[in-house]
């Protein structure tokens, strides 16, 4: 399904105009369609019904409670990085019994927030982390379920900033070490070992790195069972790209297909931890056009958004989809306009502030609105208040009607969080 679609040469999200949301909300403002978020969970997990797996919603992809709240009626669970996404989960009704914290950093009060809890899952990512866990979960006297990230040298094949299986990432425990782990994992006080996990990276567009670390993996698992060990979980992390502007990338059902081939037979419980797959086409930016400004070779058309809002583009020089909100009429002379080539801009007092070179857009003109589409994964969570600006808000569609799910946190109350100098 597409929640995106013009009628009428207007851009409307699942049965609403998004001229009705931007009149009340004004813009930038994100907007998520609920139908599009149920239809690609369910395009996600159906494939895999045979197999039962726990499906962890990758929740720094989009940390909103309305978002987590859908998907977790529709059966995810979370996959959480800090104390933070964790009492968000929470709060957002996912039980701990099903949610996985993972990250290199965590802090003592976040395992033992993570144990008190009750977590499915806690991966681990360095001997060292093993160690505290094994004292908090100790002292606590509450065991702590684990999975041992491996590291398995891949190149993930995707942005550099985006790739995180190789030896030269902080991610995970490399192959050497991997032994060494799982003996301390099934050894140390307080900690219950599970099995292994792996995630190479974000965005994969091409899927044989999965191939190559699902293998690595699989060959572990099998060495591990033969040499008598139960091995009762194996989590494939997430990192199944979209198509952002125009790209191309294999069906989904090559991904499910190798999963079948190499994991399933392994027997173990399988999870995932996806993210984009999930959100990335569930949310668009719309934001207006403030000034259309002619420079002495090139065009650049100002948006109200700027990478405070949305930061892929200046972060991962990531391109996405921009569609005119109101199209013009194709016929009729007046109002008609020629496509023009434009240099794509916001606000904000950066030259990084450029979602985009070489936009082919209908000749922009002040006031009209645009909408960023792809926006739903990576956007709203890394946006800021940076340059002076006002937090984006988020609305959430269903059918014809709309949630302001986060609203827009003025200057002046952003404000109130601080205190004069004495
Ligand atoms: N599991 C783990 C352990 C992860 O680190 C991540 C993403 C995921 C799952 C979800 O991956 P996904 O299915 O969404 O690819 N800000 C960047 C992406 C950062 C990825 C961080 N980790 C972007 O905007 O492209």
Redesign the pocket.
């Known amino acids: 399904m597409n929640a995106f679609t013009y009628h009428s040469g207007v851009l409307w999200a699942e049965e609403l105009p998004l001229s009705e949301v931007t009149a009340d909300v004004g813009t930038p403002v994100y907007v998520y369609s609920k139908r599009q978020l149920e239809a690609n969970y369910a395009a996600f997990a159906e494939p895999f019904r045979d197999l039962a797996p726990d499906i962890f919603f990758?929740n720094?992809?989009n940390p909103s409670l309305a978002v987590l709240q859908t998907l977790a009626a529709c059966g995810a669970g979370a996959?959480v990085?800090s104390a933070g996404e964790l009492e968000r989960a929470i709060h957002a009704g996912v039980a701990p019994g099903c949610i996985t914290f993972?990250?290199v950093g965590k802090r003592r009060d976040e395992l033992t927030a993570a144990v008190l809890a009750g977590l499915a899952q806690i991966?681990v990512e360095s001997l060292e982390e093993m160690a505290m866990l094994s004292e908090v979960a100790a002292e606590l006297g509450r065991p702590a379920s684990i999975v041992v990230?491996l590291n398995p040298d891949v190149d993930a094949q995707t942005?550099a900033?985006?790739s995180?299986g190789h030896k030269e990432t902080k991610?995970g425990i490399e192959e050497a070490h991997l032994d060494e782990a799982v003996h301390l994992a099934r050894t140390l006080p307080g900690l219950v070992f599970k099995g292994l996990m792996v995630?190479v990276?974000?965005?994969?567009t091409d899927f044989s790195p999965f191939r190559v670390a699902y293998q690595r993996l699989a060959d572990h698992v099998r060495r591990l069972q033969k040499a008598g060990l139960s091995v009762d979980r194996v989590d494939l992390?997430?990192?199944?790209?979209i198509p952002y502007d125009g790209q191309t990338m294999p069906p989904f059902s090559d991904y499910v297909d190798l999963v079948q081939e190499i994991i399933a037979p392994l027997g173990c419980k399988i999870a995932f931890?996806?993210?984009?797959?999930l959100v990335?086409d569930a949310g668009i930016l719309v934001t207006r056009v403030v000034r259309v400004k002619r420079g002495a070779t090139r065009t650049f058309v100002v948006l109200d958004a700027g990478m405070n809002d949305l930061?892929?583009p200046a972060?991962?020089g990531?391109r996405h989809t921009l569609m005119p909100v109101r199209l013009p009429p194709s016929t009729g002379a007046e109002e008609s306009r020629a496509t023009e080539r434009v240099d794509v801009v916001g606000p904000v007092c950066e030259t990084a502030d450029l979602f985009g070179e070489a936009y082919e857009l209908p000749s922009p003109r002040p006031g009209d609105l645009m909408a960023f589409l792809q926006a739903g994964?990576?956007g709203a969570g890394?946006a800021s208040c940076y340059n002076g600006r006002p937090l984006v808000p988020e609305v959430l569609v269903d059918g014809s009607s709309y949630a302001v799910t986060r609203r827009r946190i003025s200057v002046a109350e952003q404000m109130t969080w601080e205190s004069m100098a004495r």
């Open positions: 990758a720094k992809v996959e990085t993972s990250g991966t990230r942005h900033k985006l995180t991610f995630h990276g974000s965005l994969l992390g997430g990192g199944v790209g931890e996806p993210g984009r797959r990335g930061m892929r972060l991962y990531a994964a990576y890394m």
